[in-house]
T-cell receptor, first 114, second 113 residues
């Protein structure tokens, strides 16, 4: 079955620095990947859709300059949280799947900004 | 508005007991419905997948049902184990919606000794 790998599992960074999170499809090519954010005891909220070779599509209210997405290959999408602040602390999850579906999720990244 | 609501919000049961989680949806047009298990600090893992024409689907101790007429789904867990403690999320996928997922509010299950 489809396997999606996400790295790192957790990261702590200082306020003002940038953090990069990677999402890889291990056994299929992913033309589309999805990035979610999840706050404690809440459901996943779609942040953006990452498209291989083109610009990402951001959901309303998500700052594209704050959350930079790069999908340079068919197996890798990255999310960079720029100039991170404590309010960016959250659980970030990616998803992908064959034929552009996003039914398989990565293991998530816990970001803590101090 | 496409919505997916789950009940109960949280549930505590004793190990070995059975439980049933509910999902009501208004998503239309409907492609398929999935149940996921999300352990704390981890990404969701798929348990069952059902199209609108399927009534039931099993995966080990997990059995999902779907009633497309009433727009209800349930997830039945048999002989619960401590490792079943997690959040269970009902997800609907729109037909022709660009594979967009509509997430339920989740049920937090705790299995105790």
């Amino acid at each position: 079955g489809a396997v999606v790998s996400q790295h790192p599992s957790w990261v702590i960074c200082k306020s003002g620095t940038s953090v990069k999170i990677e999402c890889r499809s291990l056994d299929f090519q992913a033309t589309t990947m999805f990035w979610y954010r999840q706050f404690p005891k809440q459901s996943l909220m779609l942040m953006a859709t990452s498209n291989e070779g083109s610009k990402a599509t951001y959901e309303q209210g998500v700052e594209k300059d704050k959350f930079l997405i790069n999908h340079a290959s068919l197996t890798l999408s990255t999310l960079t949280v720029t100039s991170a602040h404590p309010e960016d602390s959250s659980f970030y999850i990616c998803s992908a799947g064959p034929r552009g579906a996003g039914y398989t999720f990565g293991s998530g990244t816990r970001l803590t900004v101090v | 508005k496409n919505q997916v609501e789950q009940s109960p919000q949280s549930l505590i049961i004793l190990e070995g007991k059975n439980c049933t989680l509910q999902c009501n949806y208004t998503v239309s047009p409907f492609s398929n419905l999935r149940w996921y298990k999300q352990d704390t600090g981890r990404g969701p893992v798929s348990l069952t997948i059902m199209t609108f024409s399927e009534n039931t689907k099993s995966n080990g101790r997990y059995t999902a049902t779907l009633d497309a007429d009433t727009k209800q789904s349930s997830l039945h867990i048999t002989a619960s184990q401590l490792s079943d403690s997690a959040s269970y999320i009902c997800v609907c996928i729109l037909t022709g919606g660009g594979n967009k997922l509509t997430f339920g509010t989740g049920t937090q299950l705790k299995v105790e000794l």
